[in-house]
């Protein structure tokens, strides 16, 4: 059973901003924290950011920080990625994630991840 499903990825100039959208099940939503993480060519899997389930603290890479907001819908059980002022640098495929582990920035932590979703920046 899917239970994370990424959507919003494409490609965007230098500058532009994007959303992305994770749709999950509303067990896996109350539950989880959930993450955002990248991976781009020949790299491994980063943190981009994360939104604590009680309280709703976030945390940022440093990369992101100032340019992308991590927000959740808990009527529509739907986290969301605002990326703003996009770089080349951002050009990777982004994946949703969902867990219980005290590190929100380790990839450990998480269990259950989306298909993921290609976000492409041109320069």
């Known amino acids: 059973q899917v239970q994370l499903v990424e959507s919003g990825g494409g490609l965007v100039q230098a500058g532009g901003s994007l959303r992305l959208s994770c749709a999950a099940s509303?067990?896996?939503?109350?539950?989880?924290?959930m993450g955002w993480f990248r991976q781009a060519p020949g790299r491994d899997r980063e943190f981009v950011a994360a939104?604590?389930?009680?309280?709703?603290?976030?945390n940022y890479a440093d990369s992101v920080k100032g340019r992308f907001t991590i927000a959740r819908d808990n009527a529509k059980n739907t986290l969301y990625l605002q990326m703003n002022t996009l770089k080349a640098e951002d050009t990777a495929v982004y994946y949703c994630?969902?867990?219980?582990?005290?590190?929100?920035?380790?990839?450990?932590?998480?269990?259950?991840w989306g298909q993921g979703t290609q976000v492409t920046i041109s320069s």
């Open positions: 939104i604590d389930v009680s309280d709703g603290m976030t």
């Open positions: 509303e067990r896996t939503f109350k539950t989880y924290t």
């Open positions: 994630a969902a867990g219980i582990g005290s590190e929100v920035a380790g990839i450990q932590s998480y269990h259950l």
